[in-house]
């Protein structure tokens, strides 16, 4: 590696940070080209770190299961705290996954956001901050304070940008959120008082006592259920997403709800990984709740983002029914998925967002026939939409294919439960598309939109390029993060304390 | 004792000495100065405070407890923790007075004259190693915040909070007599060591119940102080009640030195019975909690619903004396200084806002639209509440941190976990205060800020020490280590 000693994740975290400063302190008399200049300089840092999260995915040597880019630094002595950086391959794509749809967000506000525009700015690059912070911190507190940082940003942008609701959903959002963490930080400081430290790899190694892990599993739990959104807390969802602004709907669907799955798979699986076991019958049944019953719901919407945030609760099922089957093709799809779902959420969030600041309503209802006039768009929002469903050929066929091969394994009448919901899944899109995009014209204001613009352009065609390459070639991702995973689980059965015939029921001995 | 002694003594209290020589002074002075004299006085006392401060800071050196007066009092590093953020509250609520009281009819300079004293008062509560040294200066500076509260002499209600303030407060005087009676009759003395020591000896054997009934009242006195619950009723009415600048006094200084004396009591008094006290302390710190987080729910009033959120503070700050040792004492030496620049930085915010007869806005919803007015406050104080809530990267947090790490750390989970719980319970009302400011639009134009200048001075240094504290945090911790050391 080149970058043996440069500090590259730091300089990714902390970049945006530098931006914030640069918007904050513009001057000038012409409101207009204030804004503009907001948004090229929001655009420009946001870019540089995307940049550096492509030096930094190509350095990354996907063969080796440890952690990489390695910084520590002594940040708090007085309570053994570290600035402990650096990533592995279940965390390298969520980093990109951020980098990445940070600029998409900066970029659309160009047309979409029009009062506050430097504060909108200002808290994109926050918010990207805080997202890569969170996947890279390997010191609990550290991660702790990105971890809940984002909810002010997040806060912000809801309140300040949301639709009509927004003061509730933003309220709803923070305080869910909000009590799940503050039971994660007192299991933190559990972990902390055990083991004097609160270095991740420091408590990988001394997993607590099986009375223990069953509180501390539980506190997590609490934190990364509601983040993830499983159901029954996920109701926090379809308001966030339905009051906030496309941007913030984007970073929400696209980073923040990966939090949750990756919480599971650095604290949950390594080092509580009794009480996993343990749980593992619930949280197959809840991710099976998930994913059929919001998926009902989502057909009987009739808001747009509405529908797409139920469907995100039951994307998020098979990503919790992949961590728990806690087999290598299962882990590897859930990570697929969160990935996937990443890009595919994100783009259907801009999609509806582009009619959306054509029209001002989400009301499926009110479009009708727009694939005469938006053609392109039409293309755009069908190759997203089928990959919400799941074809073979983009990326949401990898990850629910492989997490749904990983329940069969384990259970056939979960794996059979779950794959319903791929019918369902392809249900409600298909109906979606085929209100808004096709169907006789019910609306002369629908017909007259105009197709996708510039910006519009560059920042879909990117995410579908990604959908249709990450589906057809798969490997890209899953050759990186094998080798982690499998670490991850050989080191989870090794460390379990279950009699030998289970064991070896489970294929491990 | 020869005079040489005197001398030595009065030259290591040269700190509290000033100030009570300063005080007085002023008062003099004050009568001189022509027009009302506010502005003067007030600059003539913050200078004062900080001379007394840069004295405090001294006396750090020998790094080690000078017991003064035979035994009166007590100068250790505990103690120059304490007084350096009772002096930084006071310079605070200078600046927040010279401001607020500028236009009120009742703006004279004896505001400043009387903060003055209550610090002193206060100053030798910190320091106080003796039952009695501890009733005088409690007394000064409750005398003094008295005349404070009831400062706005032609408005109803804030005579009300000044009665209401002194009749409980006599009260709760008269229980901390009562209490230390009992103790000096059952010890024969009224000095802090030699009480600790017949404690110490009596271990082993039944500690006589009637010296513990008198701690239980030198307890419940000291709680009025710090308005735990069940002692809190005072707080919203004298909160609401009084000027804003003395309001912003109260939630400062002398929270911190009741919380200050009440360390140096449970810790090198009455250590050895750790297991007796413990459960009041317990329950105190519950209630206050659960009481802070939920009847804030309901305010309407600004001033309210920071008398409960100091309540609700107040109980995270006793969950490190629970937990008791040098983590637990640290934790909570921690959580009061954060807690204190928190509050400085909110009350300094809150008086900009105005009307048109330049009176502070009192009602949440005066708030409404802030950001639209001016950016620069309306975010400092959505950054200040939200540190309050203890969300990270800001300091708040931190202060959550170090006392429900100590407190789990002494295995009390249930007070933990229900504490977390209370404070996003709490989350809301402060949420509540952001929202106001930020999504409402302004009902009227009645409220504008009005002349930050001055506010600035305070809400600048608690804006870089919130939002900085998470980059340097060990020096502060370090200082409170050692001061929680020097008082086991």
Known sequence: MIFENFPILTLMTFLPMLGVLLVMIMRGEDQERLRSNAVNVGGFVSLSVLVLAFIMLFQFDGANPEFQFVEKVIWFQGLNLSYHMGVDGISVFFVVLAALLTPICILLCKKSVTNRVREYVIALLILETLMIGTFCALDGILFYVFFEGVLIPMFILIGVWGGPKRVYAAFKFFLFTLLGSVLMLAAFMYLFIENGTTDIPTLMDNIPSQTAQFWLFLAFFASFAVKMPMWPVHTWLPDAHVEAPTGGSVILAGVLLKMGGYGFLRFSIPMFPDAVYLFTPVIFWLSVIAIIYTSLVALVQSDMKKMIAYSSVAHMGYVTLGIFTLNVQGVEGAIFQMISHGLISAALFICVGVIYDRMHTREIARYGGIVKNMPKYATLFMLFMLGSVGLPGTSGFVGEILALMGAFQVDTLIGTLAASGLVLGAAYMLWLYRQVVFGPVENKDAAAMNDVNLYEKVALVPLAVLVIWLGVQPNFILDRIGPTVEELLNTYYMTISLPTDELTRLGRI | ?488
């Not at chain 2, 009025?224 to 804003?244: C, L, N, R």
């Not at chain 2, 490190?320 to 909570?332: E, M, P, R, S, Y």
């Not at chain 2, 402060?430 to 600035?456: C, E, G, V």
Request: aromatic share 14%.
């Open chain 2, 1 to 488: 004792m020869n005079e040489m002694m005197i001398f030595a003594d009065l030259y290591t209290a040269r700190a509290d000495v000033f100030l009570a020589i300063a005080a007085l002074a002023l008062l003099v002075v004050g009568v001189f100065v022509k027009g009302r004299g506010l502005y003067t006085i007030c600059v003539m006392a913050a200078m004062v405070l900080v001379a007394t401060l840069v004295m405090v800071l001294q006396q750090d050196n020998p790094r080690e407890a000078v017991s003064v007066f035979n035994n009166m009092m007590v100068y250790d590093r505990y103690g120059v923790f304490m007084k350096v953020l009772i002096l930084l509250g006071g310079i605070a609520a200078l600046f927040i007075g010279v401001r607020d009281l500028r236009s009120h009819v009742i703006g004279r300079f004896e505001y400043a004259v009387l903060i003055l004293l209550s610090i002193l008062g206060l100053s030798i509560m910190v320091s106080a190693n003796d039952m009695l040294t501890l009733y005088v200066g409690l007394e000064l500076s409750s005398l003094a915040l008295y005349i404070l509260a009831a400062f706005n002499r032609n408005s109803l209600i804030s005579s009300e909070a000044g009665l209401k303030y002194f009749i409980l407060g006599a009260l709760s005087s008269g229980m901390l007599l009562f209490g230390i009676s009992l103790i000096y009759g059952f010890t024969g003395t009224t000095s802090f060591p030699l009480i600790a020591d017949i404690i110490a000896m009596e271990q082993g054997a039944e500690i006589s119940m009637p010296l513990i009934i008198g701690f239980v009242f030198v307890l419940v006195g000291i709680a009025f102080k710090i308005s735990a619950v069940p002692f809190h009723m005072w707080t919203p009415d004298v909160y609401q009640g009084s000027p804003a600048c003395v309001t912003a006094f109260f939630a400062m200084a002398p929270k911190v030195a009741a919380v200050a004396l009440l360390g140096r009591l449970l810790f090198s008094v009455f250590g050895e019975i750790e297991s007796d006290w413990v459960q009041i302390i317990y329950v105190l710190s519950l209630a206050s909690m659960v009481v802070g987080a939920f009847a804030g729910l309901a305010q309407k009033n600004i001033y309210r619903l920071m008398a409960y959120s100091s309540i609700g503070n107040i109980g995270f700050a006793l969950l490190g004396f629970i937990a008791g040792g040098l983590t637990g004492v640290t934790a909570t030496l921690m959580f009061m200084a954060i807690y204190f620049m928190m509050t400085a930085g909110i009350f300094a915010l809150i008086i900009t806002v105005r009307d048109k007869n330049d009176i502070a806005a009192v009602k949440l919803s005066d708030f409404a639209g802030l950001s639209q007015k001016s950016k620069s406050v309306s975010y400092s104080l959505a950054f200040l509440l939200l540190s309050m809530i203890g969300i990270p990267p800001l300091a708040g947090f931190f202060g959550k941190l170090f006392v429900f790490k100590a407190v789990i750390g002494a295995g009390y989970y249930v007070l933990a976990i229900v504490g977390l719980v209370t404070s996003v319970v709490a989350a809301y009302y402060y949420l509540k205060l952001i929202k106001i400011m930020f999504f409402d639009q302004p009902s009227s134009d009645n409220f504008k800020i009005q002349s930050t200048y001055i506010a600035r001075w305070v809400s600048i240094p608690t804006m870089v020490f919130v939002i900085g504290y998470i980059l340097f945090p060990d020096r502060l911790y370090y200082e409170a280590t050692q001061a929680a050391l020097s008082l086991n």
